[in-house]
Structures are given as C-alpha cells and as structure tokens.
C-alpha cells in the first residue's frame, strides 16, 4: 500500500474503507445492517490511534482481520491488543484466510465472543442482591 499522508485516523479510516481486502468484504457483507443478533457493527473505524477492522461500540467488541503480513509483526499486534483491552475493548483477532475459507465459523466466532460481552454487560447493570432486598417493603 503506499503512503499517503492522512491528517487523523479519520482520513485514514476512509482511506482503509476505500480500499478494503476480499476478507474484510465477506465479513463485512455479513454483519452490516444489524445482521448479527441486531447489534451496529462499524468498519474501519477509529478508535485513539487505531483504525479497527470492524467493532461494535456498543460492546466494545474490536475485530482485526489480519492476512499474512502479520505472521512478521506478533509483537506489534500483540502490543495493539493490550492496549485496546486497557482502554476497555475485547478484541478478536481473525485470519483473512479463515474469513474466505469459512465464513461460518468465522461469524459464530464473532457471536460468542458478543453473547459473552452482552453477558457482562447485563450482569454489570443488574441492580446488586442487597440493593433488591432494600427495596422489598
């Protein structure tokens, strides 16, 4: 890809949107428009200094597609992960092969990981046994 000079991350997430890979287009085919479990999934879209593959803010669910040239940076993409979990992101990192090789698979990976992010949440905002009890008359 050659460089061209972007302002902020959402130029370059514009950029990335214009010119996404096979994988990124099979995936993003199928979980637009709310078609997993009804829930708004973003492409490319901008979070701190990074530019997600996909994500679903509501959850903060992070989905990185990475092809080959990933193999040469682990380490770069592990650091990415941590930090993404530090500001509060689960991420699941996904192979471009996976992606055009079972599709399927590749979405009933992305539903458990929201199942279990919709999970946490619900508990979260569940009011706490001591608080129900306060509340009985």
């Known amino acids: 890809m050659p460089y061209v000079r972007r302002r902020n991350n959402v130029d370059a997430?514009?950029?990335?949107?214009?010119r996404e890979t096979r994988a990124e287009d099979l995936l993003w085919a199928r979980v637009r428009d709310r078609q997993v479990n009804g829930l708004k999934f973003r492409r490319?879209?901008?979070?701190g200094p990074f530019v997600l593959d996909f994500c679903c803010p509501a959850l903060r669910l992070a989905g990185e597609l990475d092809g080959s040239v990933h193999d040469e940076q682990v380490e770069a993409d592990q650091q990415r992960t941590d930090l993404l979990t530090l500001s509060g992101y689960s991420v699941v990192r996904l192979r471009n092969s996976e992606v055009e090789k079972d599709l399927a698979a590749v979405l009933s990976v992305i539903i458990a990981h929201a199942d279990r992010?919709?999970?946490?949440i619900s508990?979260?905002?569940l009011p706490s046994p001591a608080h129900r009890e306060r509340g009985r008359g």
């Open 13 to 18: 997430a514009r950029y990335l949107r214009q």
């Open 123 to 125: 508990q979260s905002t």
């Open 44 to 47: 490319q879209h901008p979070v």
């Open 117 to 120: 992010l919709s999970e946490t």
